[in-house]
């Protein structure tokens, strides 16, 4: 049996171009990258993660010279949030990067084990998360489910 998967997006020219909250979880994850700790790849990388309540997590890439042991931006914040929320109900994670790794009009994309996490957080609640993510020149790619990025995830067929 065939059985075909339609992922959904859209791309603005400009993270200015959304609405004021999600400019400001754009905002606050490019803080967070800025903290980042990346003395290896100089990739910084920042995320934000809004849940229905309104509280906003941060998280930040954190390298280790005895790779791969370090982890994504992505996990930091979702796992900050199933450490200290977890009934919380996640809206958006964005994420955001500075750095030479990728060309500045490329949209920054979640790695494999990270989309699983997301994958994972969102089957958990039963409910969509939001996924912003910015491009170093602005663009901006908005996805507004997280399956979209992981077509079969594991555990989850």
């Given at each position: 049996?065939?059985?075909?998967?339609?992922?959904?997006?859209?791309?603005?020219?400009?993270?200015?171009?959304?609405?004021?909250?999600?400019?400001?979880?754009?905002?606050?994850?490019?803080?967070?990258?800025?903290?980042?700790?990346?003395?290896?790849?100089?990739?910084?990388?920042?995320?934000?993660?809004?849940?229905?309540?309104?509280?906003?997590?941060?998280?930040?890439?954190?390298?280790?010279?005895?790779?791969?042991?370090?982890?994504?931006?992505e996990r930091v914040a979702l796992f900050h949030v199933g450490a200290t929320h977890p009934e919380g109900t996640i809206d958006t994670l964005v994420v955001v990067a500075n750095g030479d790794l990728i060309k500045p009009e490329e949209c920054v994309s979640p790695c494999g084990a990270c989309r699983q996490v997301i994958a994972e957080s969102e089957n958990r609640q039963k409910s969509p998360i939001r996924l912003i993510l910015v491009a170093q020149n602005g663009r901006t790619f908005i996805f507004e489910k997280a399956t979209d990025l992981l077509v079969f995830p594991f555990g989850m067929s």
């Open positions: 049996m065939k059985h075909v998967h339609t992922i959904e997006y859209n791309i603005i020219e400009h993270f200015n171009q959304l609405g004021e909250k999600d400019q400001e979880l754009i905002e606050l994850a490019y803080s967070a990258a800025e903290k980042a700790y990346a003395p290896y790849s100089n990739f910084h990388v920042g995320a934000s993660v809004l849940l229905k309540t309104g509280e906003v997590f941060l998280g930040n890439n954190q390298e280790n010279i005895a790779y791969p042991s370090g982890l994504c931006a």
